[in-house]
T-cell receptor
Framework: KAGVTQTPRYLIKTRGQQVTLSCSPI?????VSWYQQTPGQGLQFLFE???????NKGNFPGRFSGRQFSNSRSEMNVSTLELGDSALYLC????????????FGPGTRLTVL | QQQVKQSPQSLIVQKGGISIINCAYE??????FPWYQQFPGKGPALLIA?????SEKKEGRFTISFNKSAKQFSLHIMDSQPGDSATYFC???????????FGSGTQLTVLP
């Protein structure tokens, strides 16, 4: 069974631009969570989607948003990029919300110049 | 607010030695405590997990020790191998939101 896939793997943007990241969960998994990983803050929860609905949201500004499609694929968007948004963005999928086992993708490395 | 504190930040161990990573939590609503292993260029992978109704769980060379009264848990890697060199994250889940809260990570290096 294929794992969680994230595209693109690397992205370079400039301040003020917006970016959209994509995540395809493991087949049959309906819950998708997004995390931001930085050296300074570690892994921080962004949001979780299930059945096209946002279930939980972490403590991030409104510039960070997401959505989930009927096939469980998810996208996250960051508008008006700031230098501090440079990070590894990880997507994790699970069968159900808040399931014990989450499977992480390899992440998208975003660099903001 | 950092709810899961992890130490040490980095750890160097000789091959065959024991690696010990510690975590402490604050939120008594946490009821699930996983450990993740992350290699460079990869996402974190679930290594082993424990619930607070047991004090220890062992899977192969990996053991979690859990002290509910002290609100602490630790990962022990026995007979550490160079292939274990990775970053390890403890995490905790609980409360109404049930999202994972991660520790800051420990970079483990096992010398051959």
């Amino acid at each position: 069974k294929a794992g969680v896939t994230q595209t693109p793997r690397y992205l370079i943007k400039t301040r003020g631009q917006q970016v959209t990241l994509s995540c395809s969960p493991i087949s049959g998994h309906r819950s998708v969570s997004w995390y931001q990983q930085t050296p300074g803050q570690g892994l921080q929860f962004l949001f979780e989607y299930f059945s096209e609905t946002q279930r939980n949201k972490g403590n991030f500004p409104g510039r960070f948003s997401g959505r989930q499609f009927s096939n469980s694929r998810s996208e996250m968007n960051v508008s008006t990029l700031e230098l501090g948004d440079s990070a590894l963005y990880l997507c994790a999928s699970s069968l159900q919300p808040a399931a014990d086992t989450q499977y992480f993708g390899p992440g998208t490395r975003l660099t903001v110049l | 607010q950092q709810q899961v504190k992890q130490s040490p930040q980095s750890l160097i161990v000789q091959k065959g030695g024991i690696s010990i990573i510690n975590c402490a939590y604050e939120n008594t609503a946490f009821d699930y405590f996983p450990w993740y292993q992350q290699f460079p260029g990869k996402g974190p992978a679930l290594l082993i997990a424990i619930r607070p109704d047991v004090s220890e769980k062992k899977e192969g060379r990996f053991t979690i020790s859990f002290n509910k009264s002290a609100k602490q848990f630790s990962l022990h890697i026995m007979d550490s191998q160079p292939g274990d060199s990775a970053t390890y994250f403890c995490a905790a889940r609980g409360g109404s939101a049930r999202q994972l809260t991660f520790g800051s990570g420990t970079q483990l290096t096992v010398l051959p």
